[in-house]
């Protein structure tokens, strides 16, 4: 096991009703900013119980927050909070809520354009305090201090992550995310996934526990995930993919052991320029990431093979190819296309994202840096 | 599910050499108290390192608190911390240590008999900030909320509990733990292998991460148990047990599920009537717990025989005595005898038990709440 500090001081409350319950979590003086995305919370009834559970409180409202969130929307929100006075924000929504909202947080006070927290991972000094209600299980958000935002003018997605941005407290209510359409369930599903692939298909580290914890969420996804697609208002199914989503990516399976993050890398580009859901783009790539790389990952792609699929007969090579091939078929059973025709992509976006990632100085991703631009190539050239 | 509250803002630095990091967690202007136990940190290094980590710190020490931490040893500390204006707390040692200083701690400004704190469950209102240097893998007490103390006089073992008592950080680095003895290693493993049996071995309820994570605790303890008594020094099986222990009582695996805790609860009173140590007490009533609970918990414990030990042929009421046995057969394999006849203990101990849960007006412990007097009896009866 390799040295490791973690830390993460995120109040969890889980459950039916704990929506009620945020009141107490927010001083009394607090004036707070809720931030929302298209709406959906005021059709779905999460709106109402909001704001039932502020009566008392004095909170304003900033809705328009979009899926891969847009860097200019959300420097609107920071104009606000600074004319308005704010300093508390309630970010009540999914992933793209909650990553922009942690990124006005830290915007807010920031000296200089705020667009270098994420351009020139500018070093960020204080953050506004905020709590989470999280609508789509999916991103792990509600429990870390990562934020991905999209510069809509150059089209860039780019991440940022602090500890002054993780949430002083995110309720996860499972019923809060019975009117998600099916789509959003899988790619929560297949995003989550993928959080513990990155973590978990590296190299052996001899930190059996954590893998046994990765493998865990990953047989619980396998077996929760059809089960809460077929009956969306089964509460414990859902409860079980809500939790899981949120443990895939809180630290505490990535504590000691060597991660990967290529797919993510190669994805954010895919969704940057093209417009893929961030789950579409990990369901296209991961599966190639793995045959591209299972030399280096040949241990525990064998690992995983006999653990998470059952494959344990036949020759090595065979299980390690029907093992990629069960997580292509998975993404595909909840609902995720893996290839980029399926999007209508060429491969003539391969030289476009490369260069990008030559331009931004990246010399190699992955759990050895040995990931280069000529491998992300060989990554994508799959992918068709 | 079951609904559920999870916070846990413990910092853990874990790793060789982590000590040497732990100043940067100290305010610079802290009066620190070192709270330690018999000396052995004083032979094995650790001290020498933890008095170079706070070179330019101000502290004092205060060493000698006993195994089950005694109330009139802590209320020592207290003296000491309100004479010196002490205002920051660093413990040094194994679990006893630990739980002894979040007790000085919560005691130093509690207004009334310390004592009710425990006795009376009297709320704690404020405690010291303290971080903790972890030399014994075993309580989980470095990264949770609870304490034991042992009232000399009367010889009461109680314990308490306040999110106040939270350390600020704690660093586990396998290397201090090299120089125990077998005897506190064996402890800890069945310990830490309670601790998870304790949330996990009820009834079942709809959480199969939850599951998924509590075998894996087990599954790791029984893999690499042996294999750190059998190689003390190697770095690998002694990480892993010692994140194990951590784990296996920090919350995560108790969210949204039934507890037991019968069998510490009788342990406890073993302890504090003749002096076992805590882990013997827990070697000795678990397995007992199972067989007298069989009925109440047989799902779990055919799921237990199952995944834990590979039970899966032959009739269910065989497999259940085998998973029984099997539990019991490692306790032993890891050097914790499993009788009370072990110890020296006769069976009239057990109206001195029942009397005392009597007396402290206990109806009925467990995870549905029906474990009365009369079952603590029948418990014990097969302890012999």
Redesign the interface.
Known sequence: ??????????????????IANIAAEIPTEAKILVTYGGGSIKTNGVYEQVKAALAGHDFLEFGGIEPNPHLETLLKAVELIRTEGINFLLAVGGGSVLDGTKFIAAAVNFEGDPWDILAKQAPVKSALPFGTVLTLPATGSEMNTNSVVTKWETQEKLFFASPLVFPKFSVLDPETTYSLPPRQIGNGIVDAFTHVVEQYLTYPA????QD??A???L??LI??GPKTLANPHDY?SR??VV??AT?ALNG?IG??VPQDWTTHMIGHELTALHGLDHAQTLAVVLPNTLTVRRDRKREKLLQYAERVWDLVDGDEEARIDQAIQKTRDFFESVGVRTKLSDYGVGLDVIPLITDRFEKRGFVALGEHQDVTPKVVEQILALCA
Chains 1, 2 share one sequence.
């Open positions: 096991m390799e040295n490791f500090a973690f830390y993460n001081p995120v109040k969890i409350l889980f459950g039916k009703g704990q001899n930190a059996p526990l046994r914890w493998e865990s969420i047989q619980t077996e929760e414990a409860a079980n939790w899981s443990l505490m504590t000691g």
